[in-house]
């Protein structure tokens, strides 16, 4: 397994923007694809967005498309995701995470997040 680090995060104003980063800790590693996971207090953890590095699809939930965009290099195992017009709703810890070893398999590698507040 490979840690993984955000930042990024911060306080910010309901509007504003921010840019989330993802890199590995210590080695890099080859993934099939990476994704952003946020988690509310009191709600389940969900996907935001994802990146699949050889076909270079993408996924966005329904609540951050248009606004949210992932980006990255995989040769670098580089993630971003940049937040636009951010919405108090948009308060949660936000999470990198990439499927290594199944191309088809489940996130298998995680950071311990970054918080992202967004004051009204």
């Known amino acids: 397994q490979v840690q993984l680090v955000e930042s990024g995060g911060g306080l910010v104003q309901a509007g504003d923007s921010l840019r989330l980063s993802c890199a590995p800790s210590?080695?890099?590693?080859?993934?099939?694809?990476m994704g952003w996971f946020r988690q509310a207090p009191g709600k389940e953890r969900e996907l935001v967005a994802s990146?699949?590095?050889?076909?270079?699809?993408?996924y966005y939930s329904s609540s951050v498309k248009g606004r949210f965009t992932i980006s990255g290099d995989n040769a670098k195992n580089m993630v971003y995701l940049q937040l636009n017009s951010l919405k108090p709703e948009d308060t949660a810890v936000y999470y990198c995470?990439?499927?290594?070893?199944?191309?088809?398999?489940?996130?298998?590698?995680w950071g311990q997040g970054t918080q992202v507040t967004v004051s009204s």
């Open positions: 995470a990439a499927v290594t070893g199944n191309p088809y398999g489940q996130y298998n590698n």
């Open positions: 210590g080695r890099t590693f080859s993934s099939y694809k």
């Open positions: 990146v699949r590095w050889s076909t270079g699809t993408t």
